[in-house]
């Protein structure tokens, strides 16, 4: 597709799961990230790729987020041993990078997670 | 570090009454600025961006913005307000393509009839 592309779209899970969400950015954008979006909050930046760099995980909460990109381009963020506190909107954005480009995110339209 | 404050969490104003909604930001070096909306349940997308090319961006839905070197802010516009501009609003700030995108908290639009 066109647009970034996030699944699943809804996902509940109970409390101790461990859950993945996926990105599929738009192709040839080097840029890529996380963020998460609580009830009526604004973005917690969570991780951001760029390019073959490492990635800046300064915005993972705890030991129990991690987050990868394969072949600089989908990416999976793992939840593992869910807590109620995690339920959220995740959302993934992604840009090109280049001289000329300006930094502009596009984002998809989120994965909903509910822990019970 | 860059950074990126917005002035008021929650804002409300008016059916056909102005839309301010402040932007201030730090940066080492001139920046590129965004503003994005989010409307509900939906996700963000771009409303104006500021790329040097003019200190007066307009972008979609009657909504302009001022760059302000010397005030170091991007405040965003409307002359007058719709029932549909009601929204999560997020102005941005990165120094290049090649930097992280740095967001500030947000504020919340509502449109009183």
């Known amino acids: 597709g066109a647009g970034v592309s996030q699944s699943p779209s809804n996902k509940v899970t109970e409390k101790g799961k461990d859950v993945e969400l996926r990105c599929d950015p738009i192709?040839?954008?080097?840029?890529l990230y996380w963020y998460r979006q609580s009830l009526g909050q604004g973005l917690e930046f969570l991780i951001y790729?760029?390019?073959?760099?490492?990635?800046?995980k300064s915005g993972l909460p705890s030991d129990r987020f991690s987050a990868e990109r394969t072949g600089g381009s989908v990416s999976t963020l793992t939840i593992q041993r869910t807590q109620q506190e995690d339920s959220a909107v995740y959302l993934c954005?992604?840009?090109?990078?280049?001289?000329?480009?300006?930094?502009?995110?596009?984002f998809g339209e989120g994965s909903r997670l509910t822990v019970l | 570090a860059q950074s990126v404050t917005q002035l008021g969490s929650h804002v409300s104003v008016s059916e056909g009454a102005l839309v301010l909604l402040r932007c201030n930001y730090s940066s080492s070096v001139p920046p590129y600025l965004f503003w994005y909306v989010q409307y509900p349940n939906q996700g963000l997308q771009l409303l104006l961006k500021y790329t040097s090319a003019a200190t007066l961006v307009k972008g979609i839905n009657g909504f302009e913005a001022e760059f302000k070197k010397s005030e170091t802010s991007f405040h965003l516009t409307k002359p007058s307000a719709h029932m549909s501009d009601a929204a999560e609003y997020f102005c941005a700030v990165t120094k290049t393509s090649y930097d992280k995108v740095i967001f500030g908290p947000g504020t919340s639009l509502s449109v009183i009839p």
């Open positions: 192709s040839g954008h080097t840029a």
């Open positions: 790729f760029q390019g073959n760099s490492a990635p800046d």
């Open positions: 954005a992604s840009s090109q990078t280049s001289e000329l480009n300006t930094g502009e995110l596009f």
